[in-house]
T-cell receptor
Framework: EADIYQTPRYLVIGTGKKITLECSQTMGHDKMYWYQQDPGMELHLIHYSYGVNSTEKGDLSSESTVSRIRTEHFPLTLESARPSHTSQYLC???????????FGNGTRLTVT | AQKITQTQPGMFVQEKEAVTLDCTYDTSDPSYGLFWYKQPSSGEMIFLIYQGSYDQQNATEGRYSLNFQKARKSANLVISASQLGDSAMYFCAMRGIISNFGNEKLTFGTGTRLTIIP
């Protein structure tokens, strides 16, 4: 019953390609987040947004960029993919306060 | 700044036994929230349980309970009657404030890999 959707689920792409990871939620949440996670490791916040046209960088420096033109949509873009970008990218949304983050299923990116 | 520490990289537990996953935290905020998430091998993050810093009682959700000891800054997850499907990574997380706009983020610990043995 996922209300937050990420596509693609898996992506294998060559170095130098531009990619966009899609994230959409149907819960009307203002707050959305992108986390990066290497296999079996902790999650690191790379971008967040507290509403339309508002985005901020997270704790972990990332070469990716995000946009928030619509409440439900929070895509992440890499202009030129590199092998160091190989990781899992998790999108999440929340009402804030005591409410938990709801996560999508993630995108597993491999850059060859 | 918030910090979450999970000192158990991996645990092996016999099926049907109870298991405690440790989590300690550090924060200077008087108000905070603590969350536990489960991450199966498929990769999705599943919310399990929440404890607020002002909550008087320990949180419980089915087989999950949170042993919250505020003075010791610990928020251990207890799973009763473990099942094979409980095998997964478990992450403790703390809600903190990102910016002056009052947005919140979750800071995650390094996780504990729990394996249930039949």
């Amino acid at each position: 019953e996922a209300d937050i959707y990420q596509t693609p689920r898996y992506l294998v792409i060559g170095t130098g390609k531009k990619i966009t990871l899609e994230c959409s939620q149907t819960m009307g949440h203002d707050k959305m987040y992108w986390y990066q996670q290497d296999p079996g490791m902790e999650l690191h916040l790379i971008h967040y947004s507290y509403g339309v046209n508002s985005t901020e960088k997270g704790d972990l420096s990332s070469e990716s960029t995000v946009s928030r033109i619509r409440t439900e949509h929070f895509p992440l873009t890499l202009e030129s993919a590199r092998p160091s970008h190989t990781s899992q990218y998790l999108c999440a949304s929340s009402r804030g306060g005591n409410s938990p983050l709801h996560f999508g299923n993630g995108t597993r990116l491999t850059v060859t | 700044a918030q910090k979450i520490t999970q000192t158990q990289p991996g645990m092996f537990v016999q099926e049907k036994e109870a298991v405690t996953l440790d989590c300690t935290y550090d924060t200077s905020d008087p108000s905070y929230g603590l969350f536990w998430y489960k991450q199966p091998s498929s990769g999705e993050m599943i919310f399990l349980i929440y404890q607020g810093s002002y909550d008087q009682q320990n949180a419980t959700e089915g087989r999950y309970s949170l042993n919250f000891q505020k003075a010791r800054k610990s928020a251990n997850l207890v799973i009763s009657a473990s099942q094979l499907g409980d095998s997964a990574m478990y992450f403790c997380a703390m809600r903190g404030i990102i910016s002056n706009f009052g947005n919140e983020k979750l800071t995650f610990g390094t996780g504990t890999r729990l394996t249930i043995i039949p």
